[in-house]
């Protein structure tokens, strides 16, 4: 569990970046009667049972089915960071008994609220990861980095998603020194057929693992796949194989 608080850093950051709007100012369509949040299990390979839950947000308006438009229509409206406030609000009563990943949008470290000691995150009753994607390499790295080390100083936990489907840029995970890797699904589909790609992803689970970090093979759809992604030594799987994203949390597959 989290633990909540204000400091002078968190006193000062708020004050220096833009004052997060009100979430009673954001466009209805973000609102959160307009939104859902469903959960896909994250399974440990090693004792075949639901390790966490990602959060992943929808929407109920027939113009904005995607996260990538809702998160457009955000920062259009200035209203990113109140967003990723009202989807850490549904992703943690949604699913109060799991640890949960939750994505959080580069644009968010531009306003306050992800310092803001009543962050559901905080009072969650078990462990949280925020999830930045590695294929979109964050600005301001320094201070987008100093806001994690508050945030994480805290309790909470930080998750590199995507290694693989565009930027990979090995010294982000180094610097960042996240808790969890996810592989994305780009290097999962050849696992099966092609040596070179085992070789591949086993090497990356091994530097993930000496660098810290445990790995989430993403996107397993299939029994060939999963058995695959097992034999690399990641930690953990996330897929249709398991499960589809859906509310209220899904139970998993049995595959062990």
């Not at 939104?35 to 308006?61: I, M, N």
């Not at 990538?68 to 609000?89: Q, Y």
Request: glycine share 8%.
């Amino acid at each position: 569990m989290l633990q909540s608080g204000s400091t002078n850093f968190v006193e000062w950051l708020v004050e220096k970046r833009r004052t997060p709007r009100p979430i009673s100012d954001i466009p209805g369509v973000l609102s959160a009667g307009k939104l859902k949040v469903v959960f896909q299990p994250l399974v440990d390979f090693q004792t075949g049972k639901t390790f966490a839950f990602e959060a992943l947000v929808r929407s109920t308006s027939p113009y904005y089915k995607g996260p990538p438009a809702l998160f457009e229509k955000a920062i259009d409206t200035d209203c990113c960071g109140a967003l990723g406030r009202i989807i850490r609000e549904l992703a943690t009563a949604g699913c109060p008994h799991y640890p949960l990943f939750i994505n959080i949008h580069p644009n968010e470290f531009d306003e306050g609220w992800l310092v803001m000691p009543d962050d559901p995150i905080f009072t969650h009753g078990h462990r949280v990861f925020l999830e930045i994607t590695e294929s979109v390499p964050l600005s301001h790295f320094s201070l987008c980095n100093n806001v994690l080390q508050e945030i994480r100083s805290k309790g909470a936990c930080l998750a590199v998603d995507d290694l693989g489907a565009g930027y990979s840029n090995l010294k982000y995970i180094a610097d960042l020194a996240p808790e969890i890797v996810k592989i994305d699904r780009a290097l999962v589909t050849p696992l099966p057929t092609d040596k070179r790609m085992q070789i591949l992803v086993t090497h990356i689970v091994r530097l993930c693992a000496d660098l810290g970090a445990k790995v989430v093979i993403e996107g397993i759809e299939e029994e060939d796949e999963m058995l695959a992604a097992m034999d690399t030594g990641a930690h953990y799987g996330q897929g249709y194989y398991f499960a589809k994203p859906a509310f209220p949390p899904p139970r998993i597959s049995t595959f062990l």
